[in-house]
């Protein structure tokens, strides 16, 4: 393992004013969101959906420091015939790559989940080395219900993040660690804050354990949030602070950088969150955006599968990336949103 050359990736995703495009939905999610604006789900659709978006200059070359594929795009060529890959690198953008396989129920653990895919990892991570990609991704969900999650299933998570963080390190690959404390339920902001904070904590003992290097990864947590359904909702500021003290308290500060999702918040929610908490500021690390749906929900309703709205997504895929960037630099203003609509 070259940590020095790890910890240069891993600072160059988190760089000033840039975050990581997560273009990485599985075939079942995208056609969810291509069902959503009539659009069919094929191999053309996907890739020519995908392509729209990496060859949108201003963004990609401006906000977009890296992007995170799914196994199906990274071995995709353009319409022209240009692999994918170095249409993300000649925009100066780094490729990565989505290495669990999904999820699977947890046994003797009702209701909560375990992800897959640590078999063969070893050899799939040298191929997509081979293929260009210089981090990859691994997400654990934890759900917040009655009675969960369990000690087991927060443990037996965080246990295969930390294999699959140090196999991505043993292959010169970057690991993006993603312990995704879910937003579905009607819980309130402080059981959110509780079960992340235990969740981050286990993680961290468990990468601890498995001999990660912390210099040569990057993080990729939850805010601190009341759930959808909650009827108690957090306002901007409280998310902000309590995620702030949240990270303070469980993330130490030799990781290089923390990308945050965005778990099913609104394009603009998402936004102001980073903007908020970055306005806070004095922190021993850059906090930044991973967002999938945050940034693509706007570029697909724009795009709707046809060839002669390429540059309204692409214009719209701009915008949001555009926001998000000032966000991660805690310059957003609400205003700004209005000034596009």
């Avoid at 904070?197 to 805010?223: H, I, R, S």
């Avoid at 570029?299 to 555009?322: D, I, Y």
Wanted: charged share 25%; glycine share 8%; hydrophobic share 40%.
């Amino acid at each position: 393992m070259n940590l020095d050359a790890l910890n240069k990736v891993a600072r160059a995703m988190v760089a000033p004013g840039k975050g990581i495009l997560a273009a990485d939905e599985s075939s079942g999610t995208i056609k969810k969101r291509f069902d959503a604006i009539g659009v069919e789900s094929t191999e053309d659709s996907r890739r020519d959906y995908r392509e729209m978006m990496f060859r949108t200059a201003e963004a990609m070359k401006n906000h977009i420091s890296g992007v995170i594929l799914y196994d199906e795009t990274i071995w995709q060529k353009a319409k022209d015939g240009t692999p994918l890959v170095k249409i993300i690198e000649q925009m100066g953008s780094i490729p990565g790559i989505k290495v669990d396989e999904g999820t699977k129920p947890l046994p003797n653990c009702s209701g909560e989940l375990i992800t897959i895919g640590l078999d063969k990892l070893a050899d799939r991570l040298t191929k997509y080395y081979e293929q260009g990609a210089r981090f990859a991704k691994w997400r654990a969900v934890i759900d917040i219900g009655n009675g969960i999650p369990s000690y087991s299933a927060i443990h037996a998570n965080a246990h295969a993040l930390a294999r699959y963080a140090a196999l991505c390190q043993a292959a010169q690959i970057v690991p993006i660690v993603e312990p995704e404390v879910l937003m579905d339920g009607d819980h309130d902001i402080d059981r959110c804050y509780a079960v992340t904070e235990l969740v981050l904590k286990e993680t961290f003992q468990e990468l601890y354990y498995a001999k990660v290097a912390l210099e040569g990864m990057v993080l990729k947590p939850n805010m601190a949030i009341a759930g959808k359904k909650s009827a108690k909702k957090a306002s901007v500021q409280e998310v902000a602070e309590k995620t702030v003290k949240l990270l303070k308290n469980c993330v130490p500060g030799a990781v290089p950088g923390i990308a945050f999702l965005s778990g099913g918040q609104s394009d603009e929610e998402a936004t102001a969150h980073l903007d908020a908490m970055n306005k806070i500021g004095g922190l021993p690390w850059p906090l930044t955006f991973s967002y999938g749906r945050a940034l693509q929900a706007a570029p697909q309703k724009a795009w709707l599968g046809k060839a002669e709205n390429v540059a309204a997504g692409q214009r719209a895929f701009a915008h949001r990336a555009k926001m998000n960037s000032l966000a991660a630099l805690g310059q957003w203003k609400s205003e700004l949103e209005k000034k596009a609509a």
